[in-house]
């Protein structure tokens, strides 16, 4: 069975500076990894997707990921954080081709200070 | 174009009763999934519709819980004899296949179980 991990609860960042926010998984064969971000009283968006292929993704906002196999990360990235980045991060895997089931993380809260 | 839609927002109702979650996909998806976010948790999947069969029902806690989707579009969550534990945020999410595109989240619907 697949599992992620999301280390850390909660990740504080000042504004303008680097974030990561880190995630873990296990799962057989070539996974297929997302991150959702969820803010209070919406639901999860989507931001980005790694599939095959290059192992830096860039998504929305100016988030990227970087897909290390022999690590079995994914981590979130973002150059310079903002205000409005603060939300709760989820980590997802399913098991590659085919598969539907998403697997999600605890979840991460970030929080951009000012 | 709209989002995948929910109703009602909240719901609270009391131990024992029965309970109809409403989910209304992307126009055109023909995927669509439930799941199940417990406070402080990431979302567990419940079940997978491909058109207007139930694909994979696995995650379905036990037989208190069924879901339908009679046309291929609407989909409705019924729970039987509420209780406690079932209060959580019920999600809905669609894609336009089973396959690796990324899944399109709903708001949810908080349910409350008195």
């Known amino acids: 069975a697949q599992s992620v991990a999301q280390p850390e609860d909660q990740v504080n960042v000042a504004e303008g500076n680097p974030l990561t926010v880190k995630c873990t998984y296990s799962?057989?064969?070539?996974?297929?990894l997302f991150w959702y971000v969820q803010y209070p009283n919406r639901g999860l968006q989507f931001l980005l997707k790694?599939?095959?292929?290059?192992?830096l993704v860039k998504g929305s906002y100016g988030f990227e990921a970087e897909f290390n196999k022999s690590q079995t990360s994914f981590h979130l990235k973002k150059p310079s954080a903002l205000v409005s980045d603060s939300a709760l991060y989820f980590c997802?895997?399913?098991?590659?081709?085919?598969?539907?089931?998403?697997?999600f993380g605890k979840g991460t809260k970030l929080s951009v200070i000012p | 174009g709209a989002g995948v839609s929910q109703t009602p927002s909240n719901k609270v109702t009391e131990k024992g009763k029965y309970v109809e979650l409403r989910c209304d996909p992307i126009?055109?998806?023909?995927?669509l999934y439930w799941y199940r976010q417990s406070l402080g948790q990431g979302p567990e999947f419940l079940i997978y519709?491909?058109?207007?069969?139930?694909?994979?029902d696995s995650g379905l806690p036990n037989d208190r819980f069924f879901a339908v989707r009679p046309e291929g579009s609407v989909s409705t969550l019924k729970i039987q004899r509420t209780e406690r534990g079932d209060s959580a945020v019920y999600l809905c999410?669609?894609?336009?296949?089973?396959?690796?595109?990324?899944?399109?989240f709903g708001p949810g619907t908080r349910l409350t179980v008195l």
């Open positions: 519709f491909q058109g207007t069969g139930a694909a994979d």
């Open positions: 790694y599939i095959t292929g290059d192992n």
């Open positions: 997802a895997v399913t098991p590659g081709a085919g598969s539907y089931q998403l697997t």
């Open positions: 126009s055109g998806h023909t995927a």
């Open positions: 799962v057989s064969g070539n996974p297929y």
């Open positions: 999410a669609s894609s336009f296949d089973r396959t690796y595109n990324e899944q399109f």
